[in-house]
């Protein structure tokens, strides 16, 4: 494994899909080591799990300078290209939702480009389990993949997969799954000042609206864990998530720092 940054910046733009607010995203190279930073009018907040919170239906980066939301699908698309060093420039309270997947993600990383720079040694996953938000994680030594298992009940949709942590595979099976609501939520959602900014074009109603395929909202899932547990850094082992939520995820990452005391990075 090895550091990697971008070639050259790139920018992409859009709406919030909670605050319904517009915004975007400039992706600009950054020296090695420098890691992943998030650059907010008010000033830098580096990304990773100090920095992390579980939003209403999003992953949250704050520090002093400010906060951006809705981080897990620009995450997940960096981590599965490998990209270790790289400056967010992002206007606006949320990180634009695109499509509802990581796919405009990966396109935009595609034209940045991706350059490769020093090794890298990941961290080993230790063996630790926690239960949080209604849902169960665990991690340890193991292929590097990431499982989940998804149960909304009779109302909503249900499934199971298991993923390489691969580009490859992220690209193939992962990226290009959307964001998704159930028809009963919605109004209720949007009561409580979410989804302001979804809508046809960015987010699936379950089960009205067409599929990329069938457990796309299963994979949607997947993409969720993988953006969140990317908060790590670079690590190797096997992740399980049964009903996984934002704060399941950041959950199991406390319990992960906590099994490795302060990891050297």
Known sequence: MVRRTLVRTVVRDGVGVHSGQPGSVCLRPAPFGEGLVAQLPSGPVPIGWRSATAGAGCTVIAGPSGEVHTAEHLLAALDALGVTDAILEVQGPEIPILDGSALGWIEALDEAGVVSGPAL?????????????????????????????????????????????????????????????????????????????????????????????????????LLDAWGDLSLLGPVSGSVRVVRGSHALHLALIARIVEAWGEPPR
């Open 121 to 221: 040694q990941p961290l080993q996953l230790p063996q630790v389990r926690v239960e949080a938000a209604g849902g169960v994680a665990c991690a340890g030594p193991g292929p590097d993949r990431i499982a989940v298992e998804v149960d909304f009940g009779a109302s909503g949709p249900r499934g199971a997969l298991a993923v390489a942590r691969t580009a490859d595979a992220f690209c193939r099976e992962i990226a290009w799954a959307r964001t998704f609501v159930r028809a009963a939520d919605v109004l209720s959602l949007r009561a409580a000042g979410r989804g302001l900014g979804a809508s046809e074009d960015n987010t699936v109603i379950w089960p009205t609206s067409p599929l990329r395929a069938g457990d796309e909202p299963v994979r949607h899932k």
